[in-house]
């Protein structure tokens, strides 16, 4: 079963980036559509970008031109960088299958925190 370790979160100001990077233990060619998702507490996890494995993208209304998804099928790493950040982007971080969440085990997440 492949597991996912998510990384790069952090602290931030309003307007600041982060990079996230989501490292497979194995291969995630065969899913057809990664993606990240947030979670905050109280709440379920909200999908907010994915990308299929030829590159196509889709983004939630709330984040769509300030956040970008790729991924590396190479390095079995899928990737979400964060700009113009804002408070309310505050979550936990996870990715898995946009298509069939939890069909890989969760991983821990990455805490990122926008400071106003």
């Known amino acids: 079963q492949v597991r996912l370790v998510e990384s790069g979160g952090g602290l931030v100001q309003a307007g600041g980036s982060l990079g996230l990077s989501c490292q497979a233990s194995?291969?995630?060619?065969?899913?057809?559509?990664m993606g990240w998702f947030r979670q905050t507490p109280g709440n379920q996890r909200e999908l907010v970008a994915s990308?299929?494995?030829?590159?196509?993208?889709s983004y939630a209304d709330s984040v769509k031109g300030r956040f970008t998804i790729s991924r590396d099928n190479r390095k079995n790493t899928v990737y979400l960088q964060m700009n113009n950040l804002k408070p309310e982007d505050t979550a936990v971080y996870y990715c898995?299958?946009?298509?069939?969440?939890?069909?890989?085990?969760w991983g821990q997440g990455t805490q990122v925190t926008v400071a106003s």
């Open positions: 898995n299958d946009a298509q069939i969440p939890g069909k890989l085990y």
């Open positions: 990308v299929g494995t030829g590159g196509t993208t």
């Open positions: 194995g291969s995630i060619f065969h899913i057809n559509y």
